[in-house]
């Protein structure tokens, strides 16, 4: 099971939210999946940067969660196949 975790700067990205999130989860057989936000303007949050992912992902080890985590949203796309069909065939 993967548990998807959307890191929004100042919002939920601190070394304690780490804790929480590997108390939370701690005798669940889950991947943490780590998402940094991308930003949208007008939205109201941020990028936690890097270095802050970087920071929470420790963390979370340390608790005991090993982390997974994701590329921007841009980054993780694969390139779109040339001769894939625009629907999946029956």
């Known amino acids: 099971m993967t548990f998807e975790y959307v ?5 939920n990205d601190s070394d304690e939210d780490a804790a929480r999130l590997a108390a939370l989860l701690r005798d669940l057989p889950v ?14 949050f ?11 992902r420790k963390a979370l ?11 921007t949203a841009a980054a993780t796309l694969p390139p779109p ?9 029956n």
């Open 7 to 11: 890191l929004l700067r100042d919002v």
């Open 31 to 44: 991947k943490v999946n780590l998402i940094p936000y991308n930003e949208n303007p007008g939205l109201g």
């Open 46 to 56: 941020g990028d936690p940067g890097a270095e802050r992912v970087a920071a929470f």
């Open 61 to 71: 080890d340390a608790a005991g969660s090993p982390p997974w985590c994701a590329r």
């Open 81 to 89: 196949a040339a001769n894939s069909p625009s629907r999946p065939e």
